[in-house]
């Protein structure tokens, strides 16, 4: 059974979840700073004018609330303070508990211009599998508004394994907190989220889409005449034949193999991959169950 905090502003006497992402991050300067912000050596930093940092904390009520309308989830228990049972170092300031689910809701304004959702469950894992452990749940809901009008969510199960050297890393940081020893980077990469593939999207405002999509559509028609050039070629090569020419194409049977090879006056293509190799060369794979070795 986890414990609710009355007075827990001193945040010196404990390692929270946005500890945890430098904890477990490689910013060695971050670090240290956050080690001597523990140690109580120099003031935190002052965030008030970091316009992210603002955006996020003002979308917040925002963000629970189109959280709660587009999943039909209500999130209870917003900002409360948890330590953990057994680690009185370690706690959680929440943004919410998702009712029904027991899920940790965390809410964050992210940046358009990059985003991806892999890399936003990447960048807050530390934070979530650490609040995870602090309230022993079994999944968070990490929920995002970008600042391109978007909002997604990402549901993050608990990772036992890394939890068990997110764990190991905060002991490690604590005891230096307390010994007054530096504390080293722990280089623990995390977990690849397993993103479901749930939205359709429009990717009419990527130009380079536009450029490759313009490509693939030029190019399809010679592509399919080129592969049933290939495939009618191989049914007239002979059963008997090892080797077949004229028109500039040499088909030549592998021995032991599956395949034949095509050679004409162009490039090479081999495996299916386009290989540049000289003037008057093509080479081009085949596929046939009736050539494989015995």
Known sequence: MEHTIANFSDRRAFIGGSDARIIMGDDEAALLRLWREKR??????????????????VTE????????????????????RVLHPVNRW???????????????????????WSFSEEAAAEKHMAQLQHNMWVTNAKAAALSIITGGG???????????????????????????????????????????????????????????WAELAGVFCQTR?????????????KILMPEDAKEAFGHGIRAKRSKG????????????????RTVSRDDKLEQAVISDDRWRAP
């Open 150 to 208: 978007k909002w997604v969510e990402i549901s993050i199960p608990a990772d036992c394994l890394y939890q068990h050297l997110l764990l190991t890393a905060e002991k490690k940081f604590w005891r230096c907190v307390e010994s007054g020893e530096p504390p080293r980077l722990y280089g623990a990469e995390p977990p690849r989220p397993r993103i479901a593939a749930v939205r359709i999207v429009d990717m009419s405002a990527s130009n380079s």
């Open 257 to 272: 193999q599956h395949y034949f090879i095509l050679f004409s006056d162009c490039i090479e293509i081999r495996s299916g």
């Open 40 to 57: 109580g050596e120099v003031e935190p930093d002052d965030l008030s004018g970091n316009l992210i940092v603002q955006l996020g904390r």
């Open 90 to 112: 370690m706690a959680a300031t929440l943004e919410g508990m998702v009712d029904g689910t027991g899920a940790v809701f965390e809410a964050k304004f992210m940046l358009p």
């Open 61 to 80: 009520d925002l963000n629970r609330l189109w959280y709660e309308r587009n999943t039909g989830q209500a999130v209870k228990d917003v900002q409360r």
């Open 221 to 233: 028609a010679d592509f399919l005449e080129h592969e049933q050039a290939k495939t009618e070629l």
